[in-house]
Structures are given as structure tokens and as C-alpha cells.
């Protein structure tokens, strides 16, 4: 048997008790929510006891012609299209409560953001000593996070393996990755016929692993309607953790992106009595995280 630090999935989204309960059943004590609305949904989940932790971007800043602000449902205040409502759009965020901020970067207007809206979103967000997390799916949206000093990037280029420049800028800023291949690896399927290959995004962490980026574990686990792929929570973890050893992460270096690395990136004051006992040992063998006996939150049992 080993004893580990509760799991955190660094990318999920959470619609409420149901899927707190899901990720706490697979080991998943805390979930970083990175994009939930209404506020009053976000406030309810916050409040629920014997299941996963949540924090949350509320609602992220998306583009105004991209895939994002066509999805059902998705609140008009989300689009930004210029510094100063990106000034506006970050007040509004820090009033909501917000752990940290997300931003969708797609590769240039008219789909995503242009570069000055991108830059004042980080700025603002940074003046309010908040943590800056960018959705990134090609090699041009990479870029534009890269330039605009993003703390932490999220998802992996489909449609080709990251360049050397653009991942030594990752590493001279510090950036970190939460590639989310469980998610990548769904989508790549639904969108080869535009030649995005989840190999692009596999080779791009082994890229990263080699070249001192820190890689976090997320799946991108959710029940949105509207989403290309959906990832289950909790499970999908366990999944993620497999993809990153894949990928060529030694199993500790995945157990550290699921626990200290991202406690330590987003800050969490983590309660250490958050945690699960697996039979086997996962720095051996990534799959032993599976075989889940226990899980506590809090010091309660809740498996
Ligand atoms: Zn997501």
C-alpha cells in the first residue's frame, strides 16, 4: 500500500455536487475549475463538504469569433475585444471571487484576441495578484501566450510539435504546462481531418519534460454541452497520469505534477490530511494509482 497527497486535477470544469463527488471518488481532492458560471453555482460547489475542493476562473475571457463564444450558453460578458474591456473584464472576475484568471488564446483576430487585449488581460490580472492561465491548442496561440507573459499554459498544439524558440520562452518565464493529453488525445481523433494529430501534442510534452518545463496533470474533465470531448472526472486522471509517463515523465515526475507541483504553482494551502492509499506503488508502476482503497478529505473517509 502507499499513502499519497490527494490529486489534483489542474483543468476541469464543474457543474456541481455530482461531479465533486466523481473526482473525489478517484482519489481527486481538489479540482482547479478553469471556467464555471453562474457565480452563484461557482459559490454553491465552494460550499460542499465530504467531496473535491474546487477553485475557479469563474468565466473566462474568450475571442470574439472563436469556437468558445459560439458555445451554448456561454455568457456575453466573456468576450473581450479590447484593453480596455479587458481592464473591465479582470475587476469584474476579482469581484466574483476568482482564484485565478483564464484566457482563450486562439491564433489572431478575428477568431481570438489581438496581442494588446491578451497583454492588458495579464497585466490587470497581475496587478491583482492573480495567476494567468491560457488555453493554447496551436503553435500560434502558444506564441501570442508566450509574448504576453502567461504564468501557466494549458492544453498542447495539434497541429505541430512546439518550436524551440517558443518552449525556451516558456522556460525563461517560468511557464508552466498543464497539457491535458486525455483531452487532446479526444479531440485530435474528432479533428484529423484538418491534420491535427495527437502526436504533435505527445511529442510537445516530451519536449517540454526534456527542456525543464514543469508539466502539471489536468484532463479537462466536464459535462459541458457544446464541448468537442468530454473527459470524465476523476477517472480521466488516472488516465492523464498514464499519457504523461507515455509521453516520457518518469512515474514520480507524474505523481509530483498531480500533487506538489501544482499545490505549489497555484499556491493551494492543500490540507494535508487530503489523501488516498492505492495498493502497489505508483512511482514504480503510474497504473498502481488506480487501485484506490482509500480516500480521506479533510481527515473524513469518503471511499
Ligand atoms: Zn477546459
Redesign the pocket.
Known sequence: MTVLPGLIDA???TSGRADLEELARWGVTTGLD??SWPRELVDEMRAQKGVARIRSATIPAVGKGGHHARMPGFPAEGVVTSPDEAKRFVDRRVADGADFL?IVTEAAPPEGMDQPTVDALVRAAHDHGLLVVA?SVTTGAFRVAVEAGVDVS??APLDAVLDDDTIAGMRETGMVSVP?LT?MEGTAKLLAPLGFRYEHARDTVTRFRDAGVAVLAGT?A?SAPG?PFAPKHGESMHHELELLVAAGLTPAEAVRGATELPARVFGLAVDPRDRLEVEGDPAVDITATRNITAVWIGGERVR
Open positions: 483543468h476541469v470544469h478553469m471556467g483564464k488555453h494549458t492544453h491535458t483531452m479537462d466536464n464541448a
